[in-house]
């Protein structure tokens, strides 16, 4: 079945560590996307990547960093400069000229 | 800038009443338009879209939305709601040429016996 995956669904960090989220695909999708959701606010942008080995910032994307090494995959780093990384992280993919982004179940990280 | 607005932040329906939940957006051009639903924990999963052309457009789980430019709107409706709506409801803002989308802040459904 093609999807995207996110592991772990729960991950658990004290503060000042950096944590990395992964995100693959198998959709052949060329752009992928990472955000941030907190309660009442939807969903926010960190970063984005329309091509292998090229990314973007999002609106929020100070204390965070990715890698676009190969198509399918998207890491997310999560790292000690973001102030409140507690948050549920949703990664998504589209394809060129194909608006709608699919969604993978997300991964809720907890630092304390 | 790309604005989307869903002004109820929550809403309770009884099953098997209709439902309807409001979406308003701004973009100065024609904008593609998206409703996603999500369950507690999990990811979104696209509902329906609107491109172009009909401005009624059906998708999954029953669910229609309706396209109004002089309204600026994309509300979403269903004729009968069925406790496994219960969810979370976002809608999406974006355009052509730009892959990146803007949500709105969400609306979540609760649905009473």
């Known amino acids: 079945d093609g999807g995207i995956t996110q592991s772990p669904k729960y991950l658990f960090r004290k503060e000042g560590q950096n944590v990395t989220l992964s995100c693959e695909q198998n959709?052949?999708?060329?752009?992928m996307y990472w955000y941030r959701q907190d309660p009442g606010q939807g969903l926010r942008l960190i970063y984005y990547?329309?091509?292998?080995?090229?990314?973007q910032k999002g609106d929020i994307a100070e204390g965070y960093s990715v890698s676009r090494e190969k198509k399918e995959s998207f890491p997310l780093t999560v790292t000690s400069a973001q102030k409140n990384p507690t948050a549920f992280y949703l990664c998504?993919?589209?394809?060129?000229?194909?608006?709608?982004?699919?969604f993978g179940p997300g991964t809720r990280l907890t630092v304390t | 800038a790309q604005s989307v607005t869903q002004p109820d932040i929550h809403i309770t329906v009884s099953e098997g009443a209709s439902l309807e939940l409001r979406c308003n957006y701004s973009?100065?051009?024609?904008?593609?338009l998206f409703w996603y639903v999500q369950s507690p924990g999990q990811g979104l999963q696209l509902l329906l879209k609107?491109?172009?052309?009909?401005?009624l457009v059906q998708g999954i789980k029953g669910f229609e939305a309706e396209f109004k430019r002089s309204q600026s709107s994309f509300n979403l409706r269903k004729p009968s709601v069925h406790w496994s709506d219960a969810a979370e409801y976002f809608c999406?803002?974006?355009?052509?040429?730009?892959?990146?989308?803007?949500f709105g802040t969400g609306t979540r459904l609760t649905i009473i016996p």
């Open positions: 998504a993919s589209s394809t060129q000229g194909i608006y709608e982004q699919y």
């Open positions: 959709l052949n999708h060329d752009a």
């Open positions: 999406a803002v974006g355009a052509f040429g730009n892959e990146k989308l803007t």
């Open positions: 609107y491109f172009s052309g009909d401005t």
């Open positions: 973009y100065g051009a024609t904008p593609y």
């Open positions: 990547s329309q091509i292998v080995n090229d990314f």
